[in-house]
């Protein structure tokens, strides 16, 4: 689906569960996804400030645009993927009601 191998290894499992599952990442791939550059130099580890460039690769090219630019993007893209996941969950369970 998506070139996670653009990445670092030691972050590709964040950014893969937050774009699929929308499970929020820590402070330095919040600040790439939300579109923060100098929050992002801040909070990058020694590999990571080599490799903003790949990130904004990754974002611009691999992913859908609703997904990261902003923190209201984040937020809204990781509830999308939350109310997503409830319906699959109440789906498989028959449609109960009491699932969330």
């Not at 919040?30 to 909070?43: D, S, T």
């Not at 990261?68 to 509830?79: D, F, N, P, R, T």
């Amino acid at each position: 689906m998506f070139d996670y191998s653009k990445l670092p290894e030691h972050c590709q499992s964040g950014m893969r569960r937050y774009i699929e599952e929308g499970a929020l990442p820590g402070s330095f791939l919040r600040a790439v996804i939300c579109n923060k550059l100098v929050e992002a130099f801040a909070q990058a580890d020694s590999t990571n400030i080599l490799r903003l460039f790949d990130y904004a690769d990754f974002l611009y090219n691999e992913v859908p645009s609703p997904c990261w630019g902003s923190e209201e993007k984040m937020l809204e893209w990781a509830e999308k993927c939350k109310a997503i996941k409830v319906a699959e969950a109440k789906k498989v369970l028959g449609e109960r009601e009491d699932i969330d």
